[in-house]
């Protein structure tokens, strides 16, 4: 069953700036990871550039782990990506 409209809207007011970056680098991270298997490079490339891009707007409005956590994920997609356009 759908939710009711302005329950909607008031989950959303609720929510914070931090929170909502945090959730859209989460999902950026996914979705890179999966144009990497699919060889959409430059998909994945674009991904990795909003996520460093987003990296120093999240310093200190998120938790220290997660932030980590996301450096981390950025990491791994660089060396994926890497992998993936060099030879080898």
Known sequence: MAEDP???????RGLGI???LLSTASMIVSLSFGKLGAGELD???????ALRALMPVLQGQIEEEMR???EQAVANLQIAYANAVLPG
């Open 6 to 12: 302005e329950k909607l809207i008031e989950q959303i």
């Open 18 to 20: 931090g929170q909502l």
């Open 43 to 49: 998909e994945a490339r674009l991904g990795i550039d």
């Open 68 to 70: 980590k956590d996301l």
